[in-house]
């Protein structure tokens, strides 16, 4: 029987790697602090518009793979117990990937300050409902192309990523898609500033650049 305290250690390890603010890290090669230019936050989308569109993408990249990781770590690298199957591999993985999303939601480096996670959440999809994942995607390309609020398409990706997922893999079991509508409705409570925004007519739209694009002054409340 493999030590209890490989299991805790597996969960610290997730939020730690999930926690790691990528936006904030790669804006400061260009010596700008992402906190204090444009809407604030150290998500891709305000790093593709205040730093460089290079840098939004590889903040993207980054903070997908936080959340993929963990999971394929998960299932296949953490000492489970041997025959572990495959339902139980996904929950371990699925559980490790929350945990990374927590990590990114909430940075113990940041002061719990932290982001939505919708790149970290397509990340943990990735590995654990590729399938979810892509509903999500596509519904987020249509809802940019539409709309041009990355916010709206954020919330409507995570909805249809959990719809998906009821649709795609409840034959196999509740777990799944229960977890992808809570982790869903966390990224819809996670834009509620946005929401508000897009109430008001103050929205940002993508591929433009935001009014406040200038030094802001003390970093607010992070968010991406």
Known sequence: ??????????????????????????????????????????????VYRSVSKGLGVFTF????????????????VAPWEAPATAQALAAA????????IAGHNWPIYLGFKGGKGVSTSAGVLLGVAPLAMAVGLAVWVVLVALTRYVSVAS????????????????????????????????????????????????????????DSAAPAGPAPEVRT
């Open 1 to 46: 029987m493999k030590p209890f305290w490989l299991w805790p250690l597996c969960g610290l390890l997730a939020y730690l790697l999930g926690a790691i603010p990528i936006g904030l890290l790669v804006s400061r090669l260009k010596g700008v602090d992402i906190r204090r230019v444009g809407s604030g936050n150290i998500g891709a989308t305000n």
């Open 61 to 76: 990249a980054g903070d997908a793979v936080k959340g993929w990781l963990p999971v394929w770590l998960a299932m296949h």
């Open 93 to 100: 993985g699925l559980l490790c990937g929350c945990l990374a």
């Open 155 to 210: 919330i409507g990706a995570a909805l249809g990523a959990a719809g998906g997922a009821w649709w795609l893999y409840r034959q196999d079991g509740l777990l799944l898609p229960a977890a992808l509508t809570v982790l869903a409705a966390l990224v819809v409570w996670r834009h509620r500033g946005n929401i508000q925004r897009l109430r008001n007519g103050t929205e940002h739209r993508f591929g433009r650049k935001p």
